[in-house]
C-alpha cells in the first residue's frame, strides 16, 4: 500500500492548512506503535502495520467532511519487555512519556484541542495513561486515549482464553497481519506459544500476568520464544474481519473526539469562599 496518499497526513500540509485545521476544530490522530521482536514468525513492524492499517480502514468509515489529520507515527514505543531479542527499538518511559507530550504540545501550538492517542501497543498503554493526563491537565486538550488491544473484540471470533493469553504474536496480531502484510508472515513459523499465564490460571492462581494482581514481566518469561498465543489460529479472514472491526470502533472513537464538548473540560476546579 501506497501510504502516502492512504490517510490525511499531517506532513504533507502547509502551516495555511494546518490553520485552517484549527479553525474547522479538528482532531488530530497520533500512530503510537513499537518495532520490537514479534517472534519468527511477524516482522519487527508488526504494531505499526497493524496501526496503519487499522487507520486506513477505519478512514473509509468516516462521515464525510470530518476534519481530521494523521500525525507522522511515533514508530519507536516502550518495548523494554522485549529487549532481550535482536532489533527491538526502545524508548526509556522517560524518554516515551515526553515525546508524547511534546508531541501534543506542539499539536496544541498550532491551535488543535483534540488529540487521540491511536495505540497499538500494550506496552504503551501507561504512556498513554500519563500522557493524556498531563495534556489535559497542562494544556486543557481532549486526549483520548484509543487502545486498540482494548477495543471490545468481534464477539466470537477469538475464542476467549487465547484473547486472554495470547496477547503477543498470537491469532490476533497473526490474523490481522495474514490480512494486511501477508507477505511479511512466515507461515512455517506459526506455532501454538504457550503462557506462563495459562499454568497460572490452571493453578487458580489471583496473581497472572494479566490477572487481578499482575507483576512486571519480561516477554521470555511468558515463553522463552518471546511470544505468546496460539498463532495456527490465525488467517487471514480472521483478519479481515477483525481489521473491519477494529477499524468501526476506531472511526466511532475519531468522530466523536470531534464532537465532544470541550466546555466539559472545566479550568478550576471549586472556588471556595473564604469564611
Ligand atoms: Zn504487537
Redesign the pocket.
Known amino acids: 500500500m501506497n501510504f502516502d496518499d492512504a490517510l490525511p497526513w499531517w506532513q504533507a500540509l502547509t502551516p495555511r492548512q494546518i490553520g485552517q485545521l484549527a479553525a474547522d476544530d479538528a482532531v488530530a490522530v497520533l500512530p503510537l506503535a513499537?518495532i520490537e521482536q514479534?517472534g519468527e514468525h511477524l516482522p519487527l513492524s508488526?504494531?505499526l502495520d497493524i496501526a496503519l492499517g487499522l487507520l486506513c480502514a477505519a478512514r473509509s468509515c468516516l462521515r464525510a467532511n470530518l476534519a481530521w489529520c494523521v500525525l507522522p507515527p511515533l514508530c519507536v514505543g516502550l518495548s523494554l519487555e522485549h529487549t532481550a531479542f535482536p532489533g527491538t527499538l526502545s524508548l526509556t518511559p522517560e524518554t516515551a512519556l515526553a515525546s508524547v507530550v511534546e508531541l501534543g504540545e506542539s499539536v496544541r501550538r498550532a491551535g488543535i484541542r483534540r488529540l487521540v492517542l491511536f495505540n497499538s501497543?500494550g506496552g504503551n498503554s501507561a504512556i498513554v495513561d500519563l500522557a493524556a493526563l498531563k495534556l489535559r491537565a497542562d494544556r486543557r486538550m481532549l486526549v483520548v486515549r484509543a487502545n486498540y488491544l482494548r477495543f471490545a473484540p468481534p464477539p466470537e471470533a477469538i475464542p476467549a482464553a487465547e484473547l486472554r493469553h495470547g496477547i503477543?504474536g498470537g491469532a490476533l496480531?497473526t490474523a490481522m497481519m495474514l490480512h494486511l502484510a501477508p507477505h511479511k508472515v512466515r507461515r512455517q513459523t506459526l506455532a501454538n506459544f504457550h503462557s506462563l499465564g495459562e499454568d497460572l490460571e490452571m493453578a487458580g492462581r489471583v496473581l497472572r500476568p494479566g490477572g487481578q494482581a499482575g507483576f512486571g514481566w519480561m516477554a521470555q518469561d511468558l515463553n522463552p520464544a518471546g511470544v505468546v498465543g496460539n498463532a495456527t489460529l490465525a488467517d487471514a479472514t480472521l483478519g479481515a474481519r477483525l481489521v473491519d472491526h477494529f477499524a468501526a470502533t476506531l472511526a466511532l472513537v475519531i468522530e466523536e473526539a470531534a464532537d465532544f464538548d470541550l466546555s466539559a473540560l472545566a479550568e478550576h476546579g471549586p472556588r471556595w469562599e473564604p469564611c
Open positions: 513499537a514479534h508488526t504494531d501497543h503477543h496480531e
